[in-house]
């Protein structure tokens, strides 16, 4: 499995990564290394199993529909890097 | 040097109540070593005096009014690791992106130790977002193995393993999320226990891989362990996989011993990049179990080489997903941008460092289109396999017994290729994948460095782990030993 410039180029942009040429470069030979180890996973025979996504097998956690206080907009907002009276401010959408 | 009554927790516990100290001597005690120690060691990012005085100002008070209903914890210094909320007190996870960020709650683990009259020293330095297992991916500064300042303590919870290792308190807490508990313990001296997943809630800690992290304590005995592990545990309703399974009492059964016990073996952990140091300790570990009546018995684990893979497809996957909310809008860093898009990118590329941008990009590919049956569901199905094979050896022995760490302690930049990283994990890994609770005690020295005893128990058998483990620790000393740092300390 090689990793082309397009293809790091492709996921760096889903993840909202602006990366540097140097670091695209480096990335992309590292990446290939670990996806390489990784193939291992090829060996191994699951074609009898289910996927585990929580080994608690907990599923739909519920609790009553009971109001109680939560946080204040003053504490939500308070780490935010810009906000305007009780929204969240960020520059234009184009 | 050997240990002094003051740096465990039992020790304080038993000196507030005598009279002999007052938790703001206590607390000044613990200044006094971090500033003695920490510019060697780096592991406190941030420091708590005022909330600590008023803090121990309160114990002392509690301790007065009413001795006897006070916990053992009240009016005992600890150590927080960075990823874990504190109310009001800068929380970074070791990360540009958060520096400066104040959490308007604190993490429920914390907030049982405070309601205890913990008393908070500071906020430990830790890899960015606990991604690492040397500590040097700290976006502040790397920590220093208080055993040899040239050396890494382990990672990612390296500054709350070294503030124990260096006794600048008698207990802190870490999180675990593939080793980042155990590892760094075995590679700074301490015990460092990793509890069942579910068992103690998530809620506040910073996310990196959820199916997977977990916090727990470090500490010098098994005995102060099962002593904040059985105030830190606990259904919580705000995190919903905490498990609502009923709490067994860690503490009644501590001294019950290993006689009769039946332990396991796994051949697969003690394979090529094992150090021969490392395996004479954990030899030499078993025999002692031996001689106190546990029966050892060989036992396979055949999927344990898959699972690195396996971690290093769902861990970067849920850590790919759990970091998208870093985007420079609610809190944290913000790089300006001419659109919304250009400020995420800039905001992402300047605020996360190279592990955690390797590990966002690792994910988000193996997340992708086309990419997704092949990785991620591939590597959730391996992780059954994994899971099933530690419940079917546990159906013929209680508990399980192997080396922490594949080495000692390694030097500061030892190793900068990824992949080589990722191996200091391969023992401990498997643990987390199958949400078990594991611990790693000391268990020898090599060349002056700490070796480490980890011991593994089926879900939920969290009382067992820590009996296995102060079942050795009563019949050795190695817990008893301090390392070069911790003498300046004292």
């Given amino acids: 499995m090689t990793l082309s410039a397009d293809d790091i180029a492709h996921v760096a942009m ?66 935010a890097p810009d906000h305007d009276g009780t929204y969240f401010r960020v520059g234009a959408i184009q | 040097m050997t240990a002094s009554s003051l740096d465990t927790v039992a ?119 606990a991604m690492g297992s040397s500590t040097e991916n700290s976006a502040f500064r790397p920590v220093n193995n208080p ?40 590679l700074t001296g301490v015990v460092g226990f990793k509890p069942t997943y579910g068992r103690v809630s998530r809620y506040g800690l910073i996310a990196f891989a959820s199916s997977l992290d977990q916090i727990g304590p470090f500490a ?20 919903s996989t905490s498990a609502p399974e009923p709490l067994e009492d860690a503490l009644s059964g501590l001294g019950d011993g290993v006689a009769g016990m039946r332990l396991g073996v796994p051949r697969e952990y003690f394979v090529a990049g094992l150090e021969d140091g490392v395996r004479r300790g954990v030899e030499d570990a078993m025999k002692v179990l031996e001689g106190l009546g546990a029966r050892l018995e060989e036992v396979s684990l055949p999927s344990t080489d898959a699972a690195l893979s396996t971690y290093y497809i769902v861990a970067p996957a849920e850590c790919s997903s759990n970091l998208a909310r870093f985007d420079g809008i609610r809190h944290g860093l913000r790089e300006g941008g001419e659109s919304v898009l250009q400020m995420y990118l800039r905001t992402r590329d300047t605020g996360f460092g190279a592990e955690v941008k390797r ?59 990824p992949l080589s990283m990722y191996l200091c ?23 002056g460095l700490p070796v480490g005893l980890q011991v593994i128990a089926p879900r939920f058998a969290d009382a067992r782990a820590l009996r296995v483990a102060h079942a050795y620790q009563q019949a050795t000393d190695w817990h008893s030993l301090r390392s070069p740092l911790a003498r300046l300390a004292a």
């Avoid at chain 1, 993840?15 to 670091?23: F, I, P, V």
Wanted: net charge negative.
């Fill in chain 2, 220 to 239: 010098h005995t098994v005995e102060d362990i099962a002593l904040v592990y059985s105030v830190i545990a606990g259904h919580d309703p705000r995190d």
């Fill in chain 2, 147 to 186: 055993w040899d300042i040239e050396r890494v303590p382990g990672g990612s919870s390296g500054g709350s393993a070294a503030a124990v290792a260096a006794s600048v308190v008698p207990y802190s807490l870490g999180s675990d999320t593939g080793g980042s508990i155990r590892q760094p313990a075995s």
């Fill in chain 2, 11 to 129: 020790g304080c516990a038993a000196a507030l109540r005598a009279g002999t100290v007052s938790a703001r001597e206590l607390l000044a005690a613990s200044r006094d070593a971090l500033q003695a120690t920490d510019s060697r060691i780096g592991a406190f990012l941030a420091r708590t005096d005022d909330l600590a005085e008023q803090q121990a100002a309160e114990a002392d008070r509690r301790l007065r009014e009413s001795p006897h209903d006070a916990s053992p914890l009240c009016g005992v210094p600890v150590a927080i690791k960075d990823v874990i909320c504190l109310e009001g007190v800068e929380t970074t996870a070791g990360s540009r992106i958060l520096a400066g960020f104040r959490p308007p709650y604190t993490a429920t683990a914390l907030q049982r130790l405070l309601a205890a009259g913990a008393v908070v020293v500071g906020k430990t330095n830790c890899d960015e977002f």
């Fill in chain 1, 14 to 79: 889903l993840a909202r990564l602006g990366l540097s040429e140097d670091e695209r470069q480096r990335l992309g030979a590292q990446l290939d290394a670990i996806l390489e180890h990784i193939s291992r996973l090829d060996k191994v025979d699951t074609s009898q199993v289910a996927e585990t996504a929580h080994v608690g097998g907990l599923v739909n956690v519920w609790r009553e529909d009971e109001p109680e206080p939560s946080q204040s907009v003053d504490a939500a907002l308070g780490n």
């Fill in chain 2, 425 to 447: 994990d391969a023992l401990t890994i498997p643990v987390n994948l199958a949400g078990l609770p594991g611990i790693s005690v000391p268990c020898g020295m090599v060349d």
């Fill in chain 2, 359 to 417: 590990r966002v990009m690792l994910g988000t590919y193996a997340l992708s289109s086309g990419y997704y049956d092949a990785y991620y569901r591939k590597a959730q199905r391996v992780r059954t396999v994994i899971a099933e094979e530690f419940a079917r050896v546990f159906e013929q022995v209680d508990a399980l017994v192997c080396p922490t760490s594949p080495t000692v302690a390694f030097r500061l930049g030892a190793r900068e290729d």
